[in-house]
């Protein structure tokens, strides 16, 4: 048996020179409370307050970062009880998937996964034992006895977690009736949308029509022109914001920018229409709607975010069994200093518009997106985005964009998580690592302890409230 | 109030095991003059030996680095005096100006500019206290009583910075008048020309005709087809080698080289002359002039520059309203290997040609032009540029290029600035960088003492002095 | 007179808290036999062993890590005595040639080819003295006598450097008959041929006829049609691994892959018979080729590798003078997620292939290569290859694809060396540097020693032994 523990200066230098000063600085940010202006939490969870189900329920069946590293190694996704789409059956035994997952856990040593887990195992759940196939159904009975408490009820969680503003992302034809259900509950928790329209945007995907009839019953008008997409757009994106979103989101596999004049705008929706909008077709329709989500925000007031660069469903196989987000999103490589360019010159001098920029193409940091970052009033940088959510990755986009960029054109962390219970240990990380980041500037003389101690505050808390207007 | 004072350790590992043995490293190079054989402080400056005007205009309004980062966070130019060419008025007053800069001071904070600033002002200025918005006035009136002493003079400053010679960037027409007066002026410091042609070279530009014109006058023919063009180039390197210069520069938005025959060049500069050059005519003709300035090199012996990868001006209403280099210069991702493989393969083996290439693409250091300089007799890496001229900046071009390329196959370090005051700070920082850098090779038992005090002077003061053959 | 002697802690972190744990590891694992699954030993060397030559022979001329750079310095490959093609007289005195590599033994200071030759001069041939130019001939003179003596006959050293086996590479038509001498010799080591094609697939190729022609007389059938290529090559495949091999690998410009009809194939066949296949011929054929060597692996049980992104002869007069593999290959960039989709989605998802994927292109480790190989479960990342194959070189590939990939999706450690007696010492460093990098997250608390151990003996043995089938 091996004892879990977090060890106090977790993810710090080993130097003491430097672990000390990031120890001092993260005791005056850890008890900061939560701002998760990104995430992918579901909120009818909140809304329903329901016990959680079972271990492998919560914590391996939605959770693409465990599954695709056990899939990779060869174990089956049927096994693991990932829900098909096309009707194969799967692992229905919670525990068996659970023993599945504690067996092989030892693959996940060194990954962020692991100190995600880590820290929801021992400060969460509070296990004593690090989880192997041996303690694997004991640690199982652990879990789910405290699932069953009121303690371990989803906003018990959130208030237990210190949470002060969660943001979910939803489709611009949702109903948004989770939100509606938690406003009226009178609780005091602050969950608020995001308006993220991919689905009606990308007019080449198979379910585009769907899409637009949702749509069109969303704002009480058939939507037969892109005149009246548009409005439907700008309409639900009022709505959005009388719900309390204050942002919106774009998922795009480039980032390219363009206006259409409103006759080629017009021409390839009806082509879409037809069902014969090809890549091409997308492509542009997608580089004018970035430009016109931000003529948008600097009408509403929404802030602005991209998410470019993930090749979505890699692994046809996969995508027909088991449908998206399956771990097998890929990263391609992404250009921001031409794609951008339009946008930029149209909107990126008005103060009225903050933009978001995020990348999984980490040779942008120093390349382009600092150097932007660095100039355009309108722009801000996402922190380290997905696979760049860990240790390393985050000291990378510290060590190359900071330097031009300023921390003070970035905003903070976003946890992007589906994994609601896996919130605190994300920030805990993102802070330890700023923290320690910092130390090392102090310790090196770049900077002294009031700058850095201003500077972890705003990494920690003040920079993500301001960007996304909480 | 914050004292300001310079840690002698700064920027030095913060382990004693590798921060005595940079210290020690450092204590040997410190004192060695200073070579900048690349930069842009206008000759002017020393030819005419006038004062400084104030603080404003000393430090803020000529440098890009310092006003696009105030830009960026919704800081009007305007206000910050930098000058326009549409005749938009501006902030006259400099103690206005300089209060703004000081308000936000902390912005700065982690970055090269900060660590270069707040040399300036303990070393050269003598300023007791961090800068910020309270004491802004009071430093203000401690920098322009320095100003107006003999000791502050622009060639007093020369030779307590301890400079052995600076070259200046210089046009194809330019009279070179300045750089005559300093010759005949009897003073002991030594400031070199460099050919820089891109004004003549760029024949989609807008003020490409002008170029042209005065480039005719600088001959006294007129040059009205490509072969009395290639004369004039060669004419005015020789003209630009007796007055001292013992380079060329290309500033290039690729480093694409490809020899066009004469009739080809012809054509395309003839359409050039009717006002019809388009991009593609642009990206040929700069080119065939890469492999011309090459094969001019191996006649004349200048060292060749190629500093590629700016898209210039990226945003309009700034370039409209402000004109160049007002820090909206943005990278683009650059390719090596193919791009040069004309140029090395028709001279790179010729040891009579020196050529110097940069980067503003990272990905470049270990991929393309560590194997490249790593391998053709020719071919030398100039230092990290730009945005990579900073603490991390330096660390990855060492860390990703010198095992492949080897520190023999680099020329030291550049300033590459504008800001004369400044110089001294940058070479401090560079050395302070490169001695820690091969410390941490002597505390990893990489290399031992006898190599590292022989590399450090080499990155120091001999490569530089050697490859651009002073 | 500079004493030669090889630091217990070479290469570890001079932080104590991590130098300890580091050597601790090492311990553990420096003792354990080498694997080394792919490597360009010339397998003569063993069958034959005879002693090697003189120094010169040895380490200089076959080493185009060494003779590269003494070449960018300005020095003639003839005078360090590479032989030419074109029949150009080259220095024939080993010690001359030697003299020269001492005199500049200097350049090599901070590069992995100066750690490689000092642990081989240290360690294999005890030399007391770091080379330079005072003491070159009295160290040509103790190698020379060292090489005649029985100890350091090839099979010795085998066996000294504890080989468990050793993997040649080999071409199609190789008859292999020196893994016949070693097999039919009675001698305990294990010698492997690895089944590489790259001869008969580059169809565009000028030596591509004669290899053809080679290929034909190994089969013993005439090879006229796609049909009977693909034949020749499944036939092939199947001696190589009657002989030993577990293996196949395939250098390419780019990791395209794609299917061709059978119609399409025999089409670019026949014109590359007719000697008319230009550059999209190759490149549509060697697309389509590894698309047959993963159904090949996925029949015969061979473990496929591919070696992507190098521009090969980039300097056509060395090329011409010298041949091929003379330090002039430049990678390129290179693209892994769109190129390798259509193999992966045939062939990916199969747990009968292992495909390990080995990249120039460091950009890809994160973005690419370790989303890739942390999802797909035929696909494993080969180590930090050629020019990162180093200790920065590793570092990175441990720091940025370690996290997303896990390290069971990686294969351990190839030395990948024509140079015999570098074995041990690339082994070494390897070890070390992983050893290292494992230390560093078991002092910042990211893994415990446990899990230390078990990975570091993973990275060291169990990988390479597991992946590729030994």
Redesign the interface.
């Known amino acids: 048996m091996?004892r879990l523990s977090?060890?106090p200066?977790?993810?710090?230098?080993?130097?003491k020179?430097?672990r000390d000063i990031a120890a001092e600085l993260y005791e005056n940010v850890k008890h900061l409370p939560i701002i998760s202006p990104h995430g992918h939490v579901d909120p009818k969870l909140l809304a329903e307050n329901k016990p959680f189900p079972n271990p492998a329920e919560l914590i391996i069946i939605p959770d693409h970062y465990i599954f695709?590293?056990l899939?990779?190694?060869?174990i089956a996704l049927e096994s693991l009880g990932v829900p098909t789409v096309d009707g194969t059956p799967v692992e229905e035994d919670p525990r068996k998937i659970w023993q599945i997952f504690a067996d092989h856990f030892?693959?996940?040593?060194?990954?962020?996964t692991?100190?995600w887990l880590n820290y929801e195992f021992a400060e969460v759940f509070e296990i004593p034992e690090k989880l192997n196939g041996e303690n694997a159904q004991q640690i199982y009975d652990h879990i789910r006895n405290k699932l069953s408490t009121p303690e371990f009820l989803p906003r018990a969680l959130y208030q237990k977690f210190n949470i002060e503003v969660l943001s979910t992302t939803d489709g611009a034809a949702d109903s948004l009736e989770y939100h509606k259900l938690l406003r009226e509950s009178g609780w005091s928790g602050k969950v608020v949308p995001a308006f993220r329209p991919d689905g009606v945007v990308n007019i080449a995907g198979e379910n585009w029509k769907e899409e637009i009839k949702a749509l069109s019953a969303a704002v009480g008008e058939e939507i037969h022109s892109y005149k009246s997409f548009i409005a439907a757009i700008e309409k639900r994106r009022k709505f959005f914001k009388e719900m309390g979103a204050t942002s919106t989101d774009q998922g795009v596999l480039s980032p390219y920018t363009h206006k259409l004049s409103d006759e080629e705008a017009e021409c390839i929706f009806q082509r879409a229409l037809k069902g014969k909008a090809d890549a091409e077709d997308q492509a542009l329709f997608t580089a004018n709607m970035l430009m016109e989500m931000a003529r948008m925000s600097i009408e509403d007031g929404l802030v602005m975010q991209i998410h470019p660069g993930a090749?979505r469903n890699?692994?046809?196989?996969?995508f027909r069994r088991f449908g998206p987000d399956k771990?097998?999103d890929?990263?391609?490589?992404t250009?921001y200093?031409?794609n951008l360019?339009e946008l930029?010159?149209a909107y990126?001098?008005d103060?009225r518009l903050t933009l978001i920029v995020f990348t999984?193409?980490?040779?942008n940091y120093?390349?382009?997106l600092?150097?932007?970052?660095?100039?355009?009033?309108a722009?801000k940088l996402g922190p380290a985005w997905w696979?760049?959510d860990?240790?390393?990755?985050m000291v990378?986009f510290r060590?190359?964009a900071?330097?031009?960029?300023?921390?003070?054109?970035t905003v903070g962390f976003n946890d992007d998580t589906r994994a609601f219970p896996s919130i605190p240990a994300r920030h805990d990380l993102s802070r330890r690592v700023d923290c320690n980041w910092l130390a090392?500037?102090v310790?090196?003389?770049?900077?002294?302890m009031?700058?850095a101690r201003?500077?972890s505050r705003a990494l920690a808390y003040d920079l993500a409230k301001e960007a996304y207007k909480f």
Request: proline fraction near 6%.
């Open positions: 091996s977090l060890h200066h977790r993810f710090f230098d080993p130097l020179e430097v695709r590293l899939y990779s190694q060869g030892y693959l996940f040593a060194g990954t962020p692991a100190a090749l890699h692994n046809d196989f996969i771990g097998c890929i990263p391609v490589q250009e200093t031409n360019r930029l010159n990126g001098n103060p999984l193409d980490e040779t120093a390349r382009e600092a150097p932007l970052a660095g100039h355009y009033p722009m696979f760049h860990s240790f390393q990755g990378r060590e190359q900071m330097e031009t960029a300023s921390i003070y054109n090392g500037l310790a090196r003389h770049i900077i002294d009031n700058e201003q500077m």
